[in-house]
């Protein structure tokens, strides 16, 4: 890969960050040759989605993550939930502290993915973000812009729950090539919104790399049975019926919630496990 480090180092003369728009002032541009040189040093952007809260968007994107840079892949995962943002407590991440050097934000590291998330800024968890559309979007490119994310093959993205401000924003300033993965629960009430996801995808022009069925069956420890506790099959129909790929099932697994809570992510405490292997799986096929 290139560096393209510095815009006016680059010599692509096709490029809409070489030359100023009659629209834009100064700060403008300079804040959007910022972006597009750190966007220009990661392959690929994916957009972890969900119409549904609760449904493992968190737990897919860390999985995604870890999947990759087990491959070797130089991987980053940032947290655009400015409202809810799981991943400090998921990677045992939340009483670091951040700072800044001169090549920008420092990203903290977990399982040498580099990691960023307004978690980490706050220092009283319990408090409320309050914040409009405007100040998501400039947070979200600050995010992008200003965090040193170095040369990365792909950077996952975090999304809340549904079709609004941060997603939007953050699919506006991945640009052209960005990806998204959308993840539901089987359930009918989770199908409803989920289905306004793909859409959005869709409008927005991003690759829609396909539906992860989460929560789908849990089989008893003691007796075997699987239940269908969601219901099963409901995303792989979604699928279908959108024409877009299914990615798999993975089943309910309690322990996947201890690992959340306590910071040390499922498929690396448990990978010999079949919802871990699930995961894999799913994240290979993104791959
Ligand atoms: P979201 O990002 O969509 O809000 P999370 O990834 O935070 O969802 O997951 C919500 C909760 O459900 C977390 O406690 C997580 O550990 C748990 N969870 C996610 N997937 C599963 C699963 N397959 N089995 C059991 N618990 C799960």
């Known amino acids: 890969m290139t560096d393209h480090s510095d815009c006016n180092s680059c010599n692509d003369s096709s490029c809409s960050a070489k030359s100023q728009n009659p629209q834009e002032n100064d700060e403008a541009f300079q804040a959007r040759q910022r972006l597009e040189s750190r966007l220009c040093n990661i392959d690929q952007k994916i957009l972890v989605m969900s119409g549904k809260g609760g449904v493992g968007k968190s737990t897919m994107a860390v999985s995604l993550a870890l999947a990759l840079s087990k491959e070797g892949k130089q991987v980053g995962l940032l947290d655009i939930d400015l409202h809810g943002p799981s991943l400090p407590t998921m990677l045992g991440l939340n009483k ?22 307004i978690g980490f800024m706050i220092q009283d968890v319990g408090q409320a973000m309050i914040m409009r559309g405007p100040m998501k979007h400039g947070a979200i490119q600050q995010f992008l812009a200003d965090v040193n994310w170095g040369e990365l093959d792909c950077l996952v993205v975090d999304c809340p729950p549904g079709t609004g401000d941060e997603p939007l924003s953050a699919a506006q300033l991945l640009g052209k090539g960005a990806a998204a993965v959308v993840v539901t629960t089987p359930q009918d009430v989770a199908l409803v919104d989920v289905e306004k996801s793909i859409s959005f995808c869709s409008e927005l022009n991003l690759n829609m790399l396909g539906v992860v069925e989460n929560m789908s069956g849990f089989c008893c420890p003691h007796c075997g049975e699987v239940s269908n506790i969601f219901k099963s099959g409901g995303g792989e129909e979604l699928s279908a019926k959108r024409k877009v790929p299914f990615l798999g099932k993975i089943p309910l697994d309690p322990r996947m919630v201890l690992s959340g809570d306590s910071g040390k992510p499922f498929i690396l405490e448990h990978p010999e496990s079949e919802a871990a292997q699930a995961l894999t799986n799913v994240a290979r096929k993104i791959r």
């Open 96 to 117: 670091q502290p951040i700072f800044s050097n001169d090549e920008g934000i420092v990203p903290l590291e977990f399982e040498g993915i580099k990691v960023m998330s």
